[in-house]
């Protein structure tokens, strides 16, 4: 079945430090995966995206994410984290037939 | 990027009424929306795929009489929970796919919509 995994529910960084939120998945076929972030009582709102090209991948807000096809992972980083990057974060994967797969999320609380 | 109105954003209900929310792509055409039901600190669960002038496909164990998915148009889409009970309080989160073919384009979503059924 396929599936994609956030293995933490919560994520502690100071201001200032480095942040990864992982994320690994597990599909058939070429991966189309996703990040995107929600803010409370929000809708979600697209950071980024991995459809083919480039392992690393920019995105909004400073992100980035690296593609690691042997790993099978897609983990969210940022080289510096700010306050207001707290928030909720989905790793989200294609399915196919329109359907994403939705990880659990994983939420990031950047402590001044 | 591609804009998704949801509305309401909040609405309160007395239990046994119906409550409709529109979720509207305002500059893009989007043949197809995506319904998700959120509980609190969980992760979204889609409860059905809303097709433009055809039938809402449900996921597994989505009341579709209880979730009525109506896509008149292109740009329209609406989720009518009927005859709802406090059970049915929950964020609602609709979402439509930019053109660009499957999986290329990003899905934007609505800003949610959280009903409260008393």
């Known amino acids: 079945a396929q599936s994609v995994a956030q293995p933490e529910d919560q994520v502690n960084v100071a201001e200032g430090n480095p942040l990864t939120v992982k994320c690994t998945y597990s599909?058939?076929?070429?991966?189309?995966l996703f990040w995107y972030v929600q803010y409370p009582n929000r809708g979600l709102q697209f950071l980024l995206k991995y459809i083919t090209g480039d392992n690393l991948v920019k995105g909004s807000y400073g992100f980035e994410a690296e593609f690691n096809k042997s790993q099978t992972s897609f983990h969210l980083k940022k080289p510096s984290a700010l306050v207001s990057d707290s928030a909720l974060y989905f790793c989200?994967?294609?399915?196919?037939?329109?359907?994403?797969?939705f990880g659990a999320g994983t939420r990031l609380a950047v402590h001044p | 990027g591609a804009v998704v109105s949801q509305h309401p954003s909040w609405v309160i209900c007395k239990s046994g009424t119906s409550v409709k929310i529109e979720c509207r792509s305002l500059d893009f055409q989007a043949t197809t929306m995506f319904w998700y039901r959120q509980f609190p600190k969980q992760s979204l669960m889609l409860m059905a795929t809303s097709n433009e002038g055809s039938k809402a496909t449900y996921e597994q164990g989505v009341e579709k009489d209880k979730f009525l998915i109506n896509h008149a148009s292109l740009t329209l889409s609406t989720l009518t929970v009927t005859s709802a009970h406090p059970e049915d309080s929950s964020f609602y989160i609709c979402?439509?796919?930019?053109?660009?073919?499957?999986?290329?384009?990003?899905?934007?979503f609505g800003e949610g919509s959280r009903l409260t059924v008393l």
């Open positions: 979402s439509a796919r930019d053109a660009g073919g499957p999986g290329t384009g990003e899905l934007f």
């Open positions: 599909v058939s076929g070429n991966p189309y």
């Open positions: 989200v994967c294609f399915g196919g037939y329109n359907k994403l797969i």
